[in-house]
């Protein structure tokens, strides 16, 4: 996005990737953003969908069994979450 010069399609959904993100109003995001608050939550439903699938891809390079992958994905947020 960055390099398309749209980098601010990412940074200003970017905190929806957290559940602090969650508390924040879309409708600023959405006049930030020229668009409206139904486009805020499908740019933020498929920021969330890319980066799950990135973190997965990322874990499946890392394990030798691809059945460890949930295991580890699981360790992962649970480590996130403090626990």
Do not use: C, Y
Not at 31 to 55: C, M, P, Q, W, Y
Request: net charge positive; no cysteine; charged share 30%.
């Amino acid at each position: 996005m960055r390099d398309g010069g749209k980098g601010h399609h990412f940074d200003t959904p970017k905190p929806w990737l957290t559940a602090d993100g969650d508390a924040t109003p879309q409708a600023g995001a959405a006049a930030k953003l020229g668009i409206s608050e139904d486009a805020v939550k499908v740019a933020v439903h498929r920021l969330r969908k890319r980066f799950r699938d990135a973190v997965k891809a990322e874990i499946a390079q890392t394990v030798s069994d691809l059945g460890n992958g949930r295991d580890e994905l699981e360790a992962l947020m649970n480590a996130l979450r403090g626990g």
